[in-house]
């Protein structure tokens, strides 16, 4: 269980610092993507950070959780805006917000209102 943690986190983090920096460098296909969703181009410099900051947290001990908790919820986004919006495939962040869900799962003991008194 532990090398299949370790496996997910590394690709997690290789998939979310590519997307996040490609999204912070502004890569064209990130900029007209932010442009075709509609919230403005901040949104895309937000989405960057937090996907930099929450790969960097999948490796933070004790703050594993919170990383996986923010990529995932990234996810359920990116999911909603492809279904909804952007078209295409919806499935790449779907099942980047599955493997968020199995390292939160993974590290379910390190969520504070989830801990035992």
């Given at each position: 269980?532990?090398?299949a943690v370790l496996i997910v986190?590394?690709?997690?983090?290789l998939a979310f610092v590519?997307?996040?920096v490609?999204?912070?460098?502004?890569v064209e296909m990130m900029v007209q993507t932010f442009e075709q969703v509609g919230v403005g181009q901040w949104f895309r410099y937000v989405t960057g950070i937090i996907e930099v900051g929450g790969a960097a947290l999948l490796w933070v001990?004790?703050?594993?959780?919170l990383g996986a908790a923010l990529l995932?919820?990234?996810m359920v986004g990116a999911v909603l805006a492809h279904l909804l919006i952007l078209g295409p495939s919806a499935i790449p962040a779907a099942v980047?917000?599955?493997l968020c869900a199995f390292i939160l799962?993974?590290?379910?003991e390190q969520i504070p209102f989830l801990a035992k008194a």
């Open positions: 269980m532990k090398i986190k590394a690709l997690l983090t590519a997307a996040g490609s999204k912070l460098l502004g001990p004790a703050r594993q959780w995932g919820a990234t980047l917000g599955l799962f993974a590290h379910r």
